[in-house]
């Protein structure tokens, strides 16, 4: 955040004028170096503390610079007539700036519609098309204002709507996932076949028939 705009006028704190002086004097005398060095000028200055403190500055010598400026100042007290010339365009311009302010005071007042009984029928129309060109941009800013705001709640019920499209979906999964686990264990362990059984006297059979097989084979092997 940027520093707020300090009013200026005497600081009362004692402590706070002396820090302030302290800061500002040095910004001051920095100032003044820079000035004469990137600019090429003949700077001095000169500051008096409260206290009677002298600082000073010159990139020449604070003497030189002071009989250089009272010789200027001698020189140009001798043409009295332009400075009196630059104080009335000075004036003139003063009186100018005064007569514009009072007019756009006058104006602010007949726009809240102090006055207006002394106003020509004349000034009264002028005045009513301004301040019908002045709603009418008012009205204007705050249709596009309240576009602004339509168009953002569109775009925000669009996305509520689409996450609870989503969620549904999401809900509608899991319930199909819990019924399947409900099938699934209401139907217990699955059952499996075994294979069928043999019985007894079939293998008695199968036995004695490896018994007489073999008995033939020995013979046929015998015999031959």
Known sequence: M??????????????NRQVTFCKRRSGLLKKAYELS??????????????????????????RGTIERYKK????????GAVAETNAQYYQHEAHKLRQQISKIQQDNRQ????????MSL???KSLE??????????RGKKNDLLNGEIQYMQNWNEDLQKENTFLRAKVCENERAQQQHISILAAGPAEYELPPAVPFQHINLMESSHHQYSHQERTALHLG
Do not use: H, P, Q, W
Request: proline share 0%; with cysteine; net charge neutral.
């Open 2 to 15: 940027g520093r707020g705009k300090v009013e200026i006028k005497r600081i009362e704190n004692t402590t």
């Open 111 to 118: 726009m809240l519609g102090e006055g207006v009984s002394e």
């Open 129 to 138: 098309n301004k301040l019908e060109r002045s709603i009418s941009k008012i």
């Open 37 to 62: 060095v990137l600019c090429d000028a003949e700077v001095a200055l000169i500051v008096f503390s409260s206290r009677g403190r002298l600082y000073e500055y010159a990139n020449n010598s604070v």
């Open 72 to 79: 200027a100042y001698a020189e140009s007290s001798s043409s």
């Open 122 to 124: 004349r000034d009264l």
